[in-house]
């Protein structure tokens, strides 16, 4: 165990070696980088090192080592390296930090020897347990709409996310089927003193990079989708905040409906390829 130690304390210090990189540094490194420059991908990930202790610090007490976090972490930067756009003006850190907490998070999922939840339900899923205990504490009548309504979704993914929930596991599942005392999915998931996955998906920076996406697609196509899912921002009409189906959307803007699911299935193939696979 000493040696396990020491081993994490020699590879904190090492790190600390490497300079925080400024805005411009990120995006030249990058540039080399998508040039065939592989000392310069190599770099930007040394020197987002420490990035990756902090995220994973977050999660120590959970059930696998910060040594072990971090390793996770680490994989995740990797994979932040490779879809990192400079393009489209967001920090290295904005963009890599849903990816390190994406791999942390699977990793933790993965631990839980007796379930494999996706990695996205479980961030749902903490959201929507979360609302329930809001209701609880607030005496409100839990209901489907109240339920969207703290979430920021629609009554049928909250139907939904309900049915997913009861096939697959209570909260309440203990992680152990050897010990009815051992910690249950809600133990894993819920810790008021640290970031949980559920902030993870309500984090700024994934808000960030797919609004900053959504600027740079064609005014009507930029309407299509945020009618479609939801995502006008404050500036937006009402209408865009929320989510409509392709036969409104298309009676708003004049296209058949068919028309308006060509544009939508072309216009997420683009939108992943400027921003990787993160899932929102």
Excluded at 253 to 278: P, Y
Aim: net charge negative.
């Amino acid at each position: 165990m000493a040696q396990k130690v020491n081993t994490l304390r020699d590879y904190l210090v090492s790190i600390g070696n490497y300079p925080v990189l400024t805005a411009e540094e990120e995006k030249q490194l990058a540039y080399k980088y998508r040039a065939g420059d592989t000392k310069a991908r190599e770099r930007l990930i040394q020197c987002n090192l420490k990035l990756v202790v902090s995220i994973a610090k977050n999660y120590k007490n959970q059930k696998l080592s910060l040594q072990d976090l971090i390793s996770e972490g680490n994989l995740g930067l990797i994979n932040a390296v490779e879809k990192f756009n400079p393009d489209l003006g967001y920090r290295f850190s904005t963009c890599a930090t849903p990816w390190i907490k994406q791999a942390i998070l699977k990793a933790l999922t993965d631990n839980g020897k007796t379930i494999r939840l996706p990695a996205h339900m479980f961030q749902l899923m903490s959201k929507y347990k979360k609302a329930i205990i809001d209701c609880q504490n607030n005496n409100e009548t839990i209901t489907d709409e109240l339920l969207a309504s703290k979430i920021g979704t629609t009554v049928d993914k909250i139907a939904l996310l309900r049915q997913y929930k009861h096939e697959t596991l209570s909260f309440e599942t203990p992680l152990s089927k050897d010990d009815e005392n051992a910690d249950t999915l809600g133990d894993l998931v819920e810790d008021k003193d640290t970031e949980t996955p559920s902030d993870y998906v309500e984090n700024n920076a994934v808000q960030h990079m797919l609004q900053e996406a959504i600027k740079k697609l064609p005014e009507r196509t930029q309407i299509i989708i945020k009618m479609r899912y939801g995502l006008g921002t404050a500036d937006d009409p009402e209408e865009y905040r929320e989510e409509h189906t392709l036969e409104a959307i298309g009676d708003a803007i004049g296209l058949t409906r068919e028309r308006v699911r060509q544009i939508e299935k072309e216009t997420l193939i683009k939108l992943r390829n400027m921003l990787g696979d993160i899932e929102l």
